[in-house]
Every structure is written in structure tokens, then in C-alpha cells.
């Protein structure tokens, strides 16, 4: 079974300043998919980034990129020029590319706290 | 708005009673996952369904049971409710069933149970 851990359960940033969440994965697939989700107040789910395993290029969406070490199992994201509207919490999620099944496994979560 | 709606949006009920989750999944989605957010167990995930069919199950108890109808909504039923069964409950879509395809999640249903 894959396992997920966030060891970071709190993080605070200053606006405009650069945070990195780490994520740490266990599995013994060679092909899967990793995600990172937002969860902001309204607990709304929401998309941040994803990455293919296959992919040696790490995923970049704007301010979010990820560094993906694959040998390491970890797969940290770094948001740049942090702003107010970042606070939530993050989740890293893992998805098994085999199968028809396709569920996520999720760790327990980065609560991020953006300061002026 | 990711295009997935879930009703209702807050449901609260006693012990022992029994309840219905609705979700619509986005225009042309085929597939239907349902999670459940608790402050214990964090967010896990439940069943899925594609086109009808359930494709995968996880730590799902006995007494919750889902299904996905020919016009492709899901309904996610929980009897004989527990105080733990107290959570969000998010309902997400894709378009199929594999993976390489990115879920996207309803606004979720908060159940409390006293």
C-alpha cells in the first residue's frame, strides 16, 4: 500500500517571500502520478500541480514548481512570491497509474499561514 | 467552481439515523470518486464508481453503501450513523476511470451527527 507523509503540519511564510512544503512518498510502482491540492477556508479542493513519474522535468504552474526526486520518494513544492490568498492547507496526494482504479492517497496536510 | 455539485451542502442528524449524499458529476465526466474528510483520519478515500459500475473500494465501512445511476450522478448512503461519522464529504470527477486525468472535487457536504 502507498503511503504519504507531510511532516511539516504548520508553515508560516511573509508575502512575497518563498516557502517549500515537503512531501515524502512510499510505493513500489515504477509509473504513478503525484499532486499537490489546496484547501483554503471555503474547504474547497483545489488543483495546485501535478507530476508524472516518468517525467524527469519537474512541474512548474506559475508561482508553484515542484522538486521531484523520484530515487528519494519526495516531492516538495515551492511557492514563490508567496501572497494573502496562499493561505490553506496542502495537500500531497499520490495516484497508481495501473489499473482502471485511480483513487488518491493523500497525506495529512500542510497548514500554511501567509503574514504581511 | 469546478463544475461537480454535491447536496446538501450541511446535513445534521442524530445516531442511529440514516442519510443520503447527492453528487453531480461535471458535464462528460464518467467517473465518480467519493472521500471523506475527518479531523482523525484526514482525507480518505471511499469508493469509485465509472459508468455505473463500482471500480475500486477503500476503507469504506459495512454500513455506508454508494451507487452511480445511468444519468451518471452518485449517491452516497450512510446508515446507522455514528458520532465519528462526523465529516466533510467530498464527492470528485474525471472523465474516466485511469489515471492521468485530473479529478475535480465538489464543494463537499458537511454531516454532523449528535
Known amino acids: 500500500a502507498q503511503t504519504v507523509t507531510q511532516s511539516q503540519p504548520e508553515m508560516s511564510v511573509q508575502e512575497a517571500e518563498t516557502v517549500t512544503l515537503s512531501c515524502t512518498y512510499d510505493?513500489?510502482?515504477?509509473?504513478?502520478?503525484l499532486f499537490w491540492y489546496k484547501q483554503p477556508p471555503s474547504r474547497q479542493m483545489i488543483l495546485v500541480i501535478r507530476?508524472?513519474?516518468?517525467?524527469?522535468q519537474n512541474a512548474t504552474e506559475n508561482r508553484f514548481s515542484v522538486n521531484f526526486q523520484k530515487a528519494a520518494k519526495s516531492f516538495s513544492l515551492k511557492i514563490s512570491d508567496s501572497q494573502l490568498g496562499d493561505t490553506a492547507m496542502y495537500f500531497c496526494?499520490?495516484?497508481?497509474?495501473?489499473?482502471?482504479?485511480?483513487?488518491?492517497?493523500f497525506g495529512t496536510g500542510t497548514r500554511l499561514q501567509v503574514t504581511l | 467552481d469546478s463544475g461537480v455539485t454535491q447536496t446538501p451542502k450541511h446535513l445534521i442528524t442524530a445516531t442511529g439515523q440514516r442519510v443520503t449524499l447527492r453528487c453531480s458529476p461535471r458535464?462528460?465526466?464518467?467517473?465518480v470518486y467519493w472521500y471523506q474528510q475527518s479531523l482523525d483520519q484526514g482525507l480518505q478515500f471511499l469508493i469509485q464508481?465509472?459508468?455505473?459500475?463500482?471500480?475500486a473500494k477503500g476503507n469504506i465501512l459495512e454500513r455506508f453503501s454508494a451507487q452511480q445511476f445511468p444519468d451518471l450522478h452518485s449517491e452516497l448512503n450512510l446508515s446507522s450513523l455514528e458520532l465519528g461519522d462526523s465529516a466533510l464529504y467530498f464527492c470528485?470527477?474525471?472523465?474516466?476511470?485511469?489515471?492521468?486525468?485530473?479529478?475535480?472535487f465538489g464543494p463537499g457536504t458537511r454531516l454532523t451527527v449528535l
Open positions: 470528485a470527477s474525471s472523465v474516466w476511470d485511469r489515471a492521468n486525468n485530473e479529478q475535480f
Open positions: 458535464s462528460g465526466d464518467l467517473s
Open positions: 510505493t513500489s510502482e515504477n509509473n504513478y502520478y
Open positions: 496526494a499520490f495516484m497508481t497509474a495501473t489499473g482502471t482504479a485511480s483513487k488518491l492517497t
Open positions: 507530476q508524472e513519474a516518468y517525467k524527469q
Open positions: 464508481y465509472y459508468n455505473g459500475e463500482e471500480r
